[in-house]
C-alpha cells in the first residue's frame, strides 16, 4: 500500500512537470527551466516541513496544531505542481 501512494504521489509531481516539458511553443531552455521549477517546488516545500522542528514532529506546545499545519503543508505540496502548471501555461 505505501508503494501505490508513493506512485500516486510522485505521478501527481511528475506528469505537471512532464507536461511543461513537452510544450512546444516556448524554447527549449525556458521548456527545462519552468519544468524544473514545476517538479522541485514541492522538494523544497516538503523540505521546509522538515527543517521546522514543530513542524517536524517535536513541538513542545500544541502538538495538535503543529500536526495538523503539517497536514495541511503537505497536501499543499502535492498540488503546488499543478498549480504552478496552470500559472505557467496561462495566455498572458
Given at each position: 500500500m505505501?508503494?501505490?501512494l508513493t506512485?500516486?504521489?510522485f505521478g501527481m509531481i511528475a506528469i505537471p512537470a512532464l507536461m511543461?516539458?513537452?510544450?512546444?511553443?516556448?524554447?527549449?531552455?525556458r521548456r527545462?527551466?519552468?519544468a524544473?521549477?514545476?517538479f522541485l517546488a514541492p522538494a523544497i516545500a516538503l523540505g521546509a516541513i522538515q527543517s521546522v522542528p514543530e513542524l517536524d514532529g517535536r513541538a513542545l506546545s500544541y502538538p495538535n496544531?503543529?500536526?495538523?499545519?503539517?497536514?495541511?503543508?503537505?497536501?499543499?505540496?502535492l498540488i503546488l505542481p499543478w498549480c504552478l502548471y496552470v500559472w505557467f501555461t496561462a495566455r498572458r
Open positions: 505505501r508503494v501505490l506512485l500516486i504521489a511543461m516539458l513537452a510544450r512546444e511553443e516556448l524554447p527549449r531552455g527545462i527551466g519552468r524544473l521549477v514545476v496544531a503543529w500536526t495538523m499545519l503539517r497536514l495541511v503543508l503537505s497536501g499543499l505540496a
